[in-house]
């Protein structure tokens, strides 16, 4: 019990001094990702239907932050953001790219160094299973990959839908519903906690960077019927949802968060799918907080239990039904909103943070918190403090964006939107949650516009030339 309080208050100390550590005093790193994974988490109470004991475990045992929103709204320049330290707005990576084309993507990304790679040129050992950039691990950042990197399986036909059914759909997409395959070992997300499991009951020799990234719940929405049946259909709740809900939003919003090979959910109310949508999305969360557990519980009974700091994330949110869509690809702050859940070794307090955060203060986080020199090109804000006291004053914003000069910007109260050609939205998540109000136009509101549009980035890089969906000119058409 001494040896690990003085290891807990070095990490205090150094944490708040911002003085190094050496490299025998260093803690661990286990790194939990979560694919699509929206706010629905029972310790976030965002769905009744919520059933993820071992993420609210987690957040038990460490600072849940209840309003943490990505950079981007769909994987690929989530993930980039994340790594690199960059926003999207510096870097240009608007969209999906190649996990080997992240350091050719623009003039400032070639000479930023990744996550993983920092952790390695201070000693520690990078492992990695899954999804962690958008490829996995496709450029061999990490020491050690394990793969698993997949999206199936998948039946032989589509049970629900595939845009292909339709022919005033554009695009594709693998949404799709239902139970299967028949076994939980038959998902990559079982060998991806059998990874992380083995390599906590591995000796290791220096600090390490372990990294798990779960595939579910990213479509399509199949698991085994167990946990299906943890959901019973009967027993649904549906998201809000407004038929007139954009009447109020700018053209371009509309345009810009359009996704037409997607299912709406007047569709899903037609063909009587919504609920079952909704449960599928569910029973996934459920499979996948599972397979977390696997990997808390290998790490509570593993020697390393005392000295690792656990980082849970989501790259972003994910609407289903509300906006009429069922998606992620949007500003608004449904496909935005994550679970971030920081918990430090022997310091397993449970507490909730409301400030503004996002998943670019990751990387400085994890410095500071590891007795690492800082990297100044990072470009977000370590919460270190916030870990200290949630309650403590914090002037940030967080930035979302998606394609270049859109942009989005939250604080604790307020989310304002503005659009390439000027145009903006506005809503008070106090009062207005499901963002069903839009402000921009209140004259009354103009001055907190004004304010508030002083945090939008100063830099709107031009979109990477490796950008692949959505494409350049996708964005540049909107």
């Not at 993820?52 to 320049?77: K, M, V, Y």
């Not at 299906?228 to 939003?249: G, K, N, Q, T, W």
């Not at 508030?452 to 709107?460: I, T």
Request: with cysteine.
């Amino acid at each position: 019990m001494f040896i690990r309080w003085i290891l807990t208050a070095l990490l205090c100390l150094s944490a708040i001094s911002g003085l190094p550590l050496r490299a025998a005093e260093r803690p661990n790193v286990l790194m939990i990702a979560i694919d699509d994974l929206n706010d629905w988490v029972g310790c976030l109470r965002r769905h009744p239907g919520a059933i993820t004991p071992n993420i609210d475990r987690l957040a038990s045992e460490g600072t849940l932050f209840s309003n943490a929103h990505c950079q981007a709204p769909i994987c690929g320049p989530s993930r980039a953001s994340l790594f690199t330290g960059l926003l999207p707005s510096t870097s240009g990576i608007y969209a999906q790219i190649s996990d080997k084309q992240i350091p050719k993507a623009s003039e400032i990304t070639g000479r930023v160094t990744l996550l993983p790679d920092y952790f390695e040129q201070q000693g520690y050992k990078t492992l990695a299973c899954g999804k962690l950039f958008h490829q996995g691990d496709a450029a061999g950042v990490f020491d050690d990959y394990g793969g698993h990197a997949s999206f199936g399986p998948k039946p032989a036909k589509r049970f629900h839908y595939d845009p292909a059914w339709f022919p005033e759909k554009i695009g594709s997409t693998q949404t799709d519903w239902g139970a299967f395959p028949e076994r939980d070992d038959q998902m990559p997300d079982f060998q991806i906690a059998s990874y992380g499991v083995r390599q906590l009951q591995e000796k290791h020799d220096q600090p390490f960077f372990l990294a798990v990234g779960f595939m579910r719940p990213h479509v399509p929405w199949h698991c085994p019927q167990k946990w299906f049946d943890m959901h019973p259909l009967d027993e649904i709740s549906l998201p809000p949802y407004r038929e007139d809900d954009l009447a109020d939003v700018p053209e371009i919003s509309r345009r810009v968060n359009e996704l037409p090979a997607m299912p709406t959910t007047q569709w899903a109310i037609e063909q009587d799918q919504w609920k079952r949508i909704v449960q599928s999305y569910l029973a996934c969360t459920t499979f996948v907080d599972a397979q977390v557990g696997k990997v808390l519980d290998a790490l509570r009974e593993s020697e390393y239990a005392d000295n690792t700091i656990v980082v849970l994330w989501s790259d972003h949110g994910y609407h289903l039904g509300e906006k009429n869509r069922f998606a992620k690809q949007a500003l608004w702050d449904r496909a935005n909103r994550v679970p971030l859940i920081i918990s430090l070794p022997d310091a397993r307090v449970a507490t909730v943070c409301d400030r503004p955060v996002g998943l670019i203060d990751l990387y400085p986080t994890l410095l500071q918190l590891c007795g690492l020199p800082n990297n100044a090109d990072n470009e977000g804000h370590s919460l270190v403090p916030l870990l200290r006291d949630p309650a403590a004053e914090w002037d940030h914003v967080t930035i979302t964006t998606y394609g270049q000069n859109n942009h989005a910007i939250q604080t604790q109260r307020y989310r304002l939107y503005r659009y390439e050609d000027g145009s903006k939205e506005l809503y008070d998540h106090r009062t207005d949650p499901n963002e069903w109000n839009n402000l921009a136009d209140d004259p009354s509101h103009t001055e907190l516009i004004d304010k508030l549009s002083d945090g939008f980035p100063q830099r709107n890089a031009r979109a990477s030339r490796f950008n692949k969906y959505p494409t350049n000119e996708y964005f540049l058409a909107k």
